[in-house]
């Protein structure tokens, strides 16, 4: 038998809901009384104790800002200081009209009517009451002088002492410590009131920015008691502040100095790295800039200076600069080839000075014209054959190629611990339907190759790349910090996959040609290799900066100098047993291996070798120990 | 069933007299005149609260109109016919959720707004404030009272979607006062005794796992402070000590109007939004808000006299759960600064500045005028 049908009874939902309805008004009526009891207790009841706090509302919070962690490189090596400095305070409360004081202290200290208008935007901005408001900072003896001179003119005026960052180091870590400047309006509203009370700045860029909250520390108060006048009688309660933690970097000021030196005022980038950890041991961007004026806020005509040069000094090369990599991408591609099993490292290949797709008219050149005959995969890296190459890539195809190189890192970002680091560009046919709405043609695939085309790295990706061919495929994510407050800093393990390859003799085959580069006797870096104390493997890359039609050659004469092809350099070293990874561009350099070679190979002795030249012990290789030994 | 039939046709539920003028542009007079007084004391407490700044008196003046406006055309509406639109209504607003939710995420903060430049802008979580209970007393009032375990079930899910949406974005008070809309629904649906006070009991392990798992800094922050105010004088606790000093120096009779010390010299924060009612407790001590509460008794009467007569379940529903939840704003944001209740930045009614919630109340109260004049005449004979 079914259940009965319930019918909708109007009149005992009606009578149901009206108990409701009661019930919720006298639940009502209670809680209103229980709110007047509330204010009879505080208006009536404790009336005394809350009008002699009103009356004497003299207790006052003051914040005690913590002192910022500083920044130090791998040998304790200071980069980030904190410096005392003098700003110049008012307190609206105690000024009495506090336009007019503005005015005096405008013509105690000579200003012009701009600082004016921006001191009493500074004075406006939210704060608690009685704080006393920096407006000025960084004040001369003078100018400190002149306002105790003038004080009875200029009531709630103070000059104050307080830390401010300072970097001794100059322009030499801009790019890669970052600086701080003055929180400004939309950072503000992102940041914790409590926290950064008494905090007037914050990173920008860099270390500085990424590791915010851990150099910049807990905030303190303490509760004072104030006369009718607003002056200090006594501290009632005290809570210190927390500092910062201090950052160990990864890098080391001397190779720093050692890269710069070796790119000798041209424009370019250096990144090296441990390939065994992932630590940066050296970030060069050149030109660079002195970040200190960026802390108590740069001019306007000094800004627009650095901003408008053609050399771009606050241009991050090395995080944010996108270049194609040109032929030092050639080992990866051996790599991949290899593990495709699309060649073998005897397979040969017949190089007449170009190379054309079957069907095609369209010849796709060697950089030797006169070509270099049969080819195998060693003395393909080491000649740096593009015939090679362009046939290796027509085997292994888009797909496969994007594949490989996405697990290099090319096309996506590697780093862990840098601010505003761009992925690249990795193209695949998907990027290039959404991108131009077109297909993949196979030309492009070709030139992919060689490592021209769309495809875009950063000098980061190309050293990480390297360290990646150095550590035969352990991914170790390149990173800045190398202690944070004596703690290694917390890494994210999720994004780094070691690249896997069928058969590990892949990696030694391309490890082979990359030694041939420097060593072998048809080497295109010969030179260097030949005054190395130690076994270096690299690779050279010529870009081109702009288009060179089919059938001409790229002439120096003819070509602007900012038009010349980018010098590319990637190496590791020692061979055998890799200590450091290397990636150099240097900008318009024209020749990757008689330019930025030799770049490399100065920043590689900065690490290897000790002060007097010599192969620090623990880079020599057995032989090389023994026979070191016998001398003596 | 046919003696149940006559007493519907012979009690108060039917309306024996002729329209008055109000009537019939669906205006009820009682409701009108109170909230008119509300509007008052509000610019008055609010030219003191904002530094006697007349253009903040306009801005709030012309919000309250606008709200008005938007008041009579909701008033407009037959019950019936937001009855039916209100499950639409309800997926609309939570896919409006959906999209500030996405909008915010990308733009790496908090965003509450939909922002058409020129065209429209409002936060979704307002009109869910409205859209919440009227779709709740739909679902209820389509089945017999009181509900079975399957329409709570539904009626649960109904509520803690957008709770869960708005809590995100983060507005833990407006998620609260939404949640607290949809439950006043049930409750008013007949919700057994048994479920309230297991529901009840149940509070306590979700507290608990909200607080480790689901709030953010700050909103921890806030509840710590309100248990030890002192433990964070920088902050929050900040307000809270000096309302507290602010109220409690007013005394019965308060220290005048415009005579605040406290609000005047810039020791009382938010003194013209969520702690408005600190300064009317200043300046016109325990009499005065005394007077405003009164005001509030009489509004929320009328309300549930409203909500009596109403002639369909639906109507019932609907204009008991904003009765309610209009008082549970006036208590929390009472309770809040006097320091009874956690901060939670709920606006006190009519009295703190701020257009949105202005407008959000005035709908509210445009549905009650629909609700109660729009029931079935009978022809006088």
Known sequence: MPPPIRLKDHERDTRLIRRRVLFAGVILIFLTMLLMLRMYYLQVVQFEHHSTLAENNRIHVQSLPPTRGMIYDRNGVVIADNRASFSLTLTRERAGDWEQVLDSIIEVLELDSDSRELFEKRIRQGRRPFEPVPVMFELSEEQIARIAINQFRLPGVEVAASLVRYYPQKEHFAHSAGYVGRINEKELEKLDPVNYSGTHHIGKTGIERFYEDQLHGQVGYEEVETNARGRVLRVLNRVESVPGLDIYLTLDSRLQEAAELALDGRRGAIVALDPNNGEILAMVSQPSFDPNPFVTGISFKAYGLLRDSLDQPLFNRVLRGLYPPGSTIKPMMAVAGLDAEVITPNSRVFDPGYYQLPNHKHRYRNWNRYGDGWIELDLAIARSNDTYFYDLAHKLGIDRMHDYMTRFGFGRRVALDMFEETAGLMPSKDWKRNRYRQPWYPGETLILGIGQGYMQTTPLQLAHATALMASKGKWHSPHLARTIGGMPPVVDTEESEDVVLRNSVSWTAAQQGMENVLHGARGTARKVGEASQYRIAGKSGTVQVVAIKQGERYDRDKVQERHRDHALFIAYAPAENPAIAVAVLVENGESGSAVAAPVAKQVLDGWLLDNEGVLKAQYQTAAQRAQAEVKP | ?381
């Open chain 2, 1 to 381: 069933m046919s003696r149940g039939f006559d007493r519907v046709l012979s009690e108060g539920d039917v309306l024996r007299r002729r329209a008055s003028i109000l009537q019939r542009i669906h205006i009820d007079g009682w409701l009108l005149f109170l909230l008119l007084v509300l509007a008052t004391i509000g610019l008055f407490v609010l030219y003191s609260a904002g530094g006697k700044d007349e253009g903040l008196l306009v801005k709030q003046a012309s919000s309250f109109g606008l709200g008005l406006a938007v008041m009579i055309v909701v008033a407009q509406f037959e019950p019936r016919f937001m009855a039916s639109w209100s499950a639409l209504m309800y997926l609309i607003g939570v896919a409006l959720l959906v999209v500030v939710d996405v909008i915010g995420h990308n733009a790496m903060g908090a965003t509450r707004w939909i922002n058409i430049p020129g065209v429209v802008r409002f936060q979704p979580a307002e009109l869910m404030k409205v859209f919440v209970p009227m779709t709740l007393a739909w679902y209820l009032a389509r089945h017999n009272l009181p509900p079975t375990f399957k329409h709570i079930f539904i009626s649960g899910l109904l509520i803690i979607v957008p709770f869960v949406l708005i809590a995100r974005q983060p507005d833990l008070g407006t998620a609260l006062m939404v949640l607290v809309s949809g439950v006043f629904v049930l409750f008013l649906a007949g919700l057994r005794w048994r479920w309230i006070v297991g529901a009840i009991a149940a509070v306590v392990p979700v507290a608990v796992g909200m607080w480790m798992f689901v709030m953010h800094q700050y909103q921890k922050q806030r509840v710590l402070t309100f248990l030890n105010p002192e433990s964070d004088p920088l902050g929050s606790g900040w307000n809270i000590i000096q309302s507290k000093a602010a109220i409690g120096s007013g005394g019965v009779f308060g220290k005048g109007w415009l005579l605040g010390t406290q609000s005047h010299l810039d020791f009382l924060p938010e003194s013209h939004t969520d702690f408005v009612i600190a300064v009317l407790g200043e300046e016109f001590g325990l009499v005065g808000i005394g007077m405003l509460l009164l005001v509030y008794l009489l509004l929320i009467a009328r309300a549930l006299v409203i909500t009596l007569q109403a002639q369909t379940v639906f109507g019932k529903l609907l204009a008991g759960s904003i009765t309610l939840t209009f008082f549970i704003y006036v208590f929390v944001n009472v309770g809040m600064v006097s320091g009874l209740l956690p901060i939670v930045g709920v606006p006190l009614p009519f009295i703190s500045y701020g257009g949105t919630s202005l407008v959000t109340l005035l709908s509210g109260f445009g549905i009650l005028m629909a609700i109660h004049t729009h029931r079935k005449w009978i022809a006088q004979s």
